[in-house]
């Protein structure tokens, strides 16, 4: 079984930064990401990363801004945001998946294992 708990969420001005810690418990995990939903819109993959090798893959509108990643040792994923802009409110929330392939990373159907997620909310 794998769980997952967010924090860091918090409400900050544009121009500010942020980092999210995701606490993760289970065995087996290949596939940690962060996704993002704001009000009246999908759920959208904003990073992830590959746990063997530590690979990682950004949505377009946070790259260069956005930085995800893994500590083993204390078995938490990290998304650092800098430069933050109000499209960048939503609730943002913790994947994980132990399947090799799964179909393509940003959307929600390819991570099994979500938390409950941690609101990040950007000011003009």
């Known amino acids: 079984q794998v769980e997952l708990v967010e924090s860091g969420g918090a409400s900050v001005p544009a121009g500010g930064s942020l980092q999210l810690s995701c606490a993760v418990s289970g065995d087996n995990i290949l596939y940690l990401g962060w996704f993002r939903q704001a009000p009246g819109k999908e759920r959208e993959g904003v990073a992830t990363i590959y746990t063997r090798a530590l690979n990682t893959f950004y949505v377009g509108p946070v790259q260069g801004r956005f930085t995800i990643s893994l500590d083993d040792d204390k078995a938490t994923v990290y998304l650092q945001m800098n430069d933050l802009k109000p499209e960048d409110t939503a609730m943002y929330y913790c994947?994980?998946?132990?399947?090799?392939?799964?179909?393509?990373?940003?959307?929600?159907?390819?991570?099994?294992?979500w938390g409950r997620g941690t609101q990040v909310t950007v000011s003009d």
């Open positions: 994947v994980a998946d132990h399947r090799p392939y799964g179909g393509t990373w940003y959307l929600p159907t390819r991570f099994t294992y």
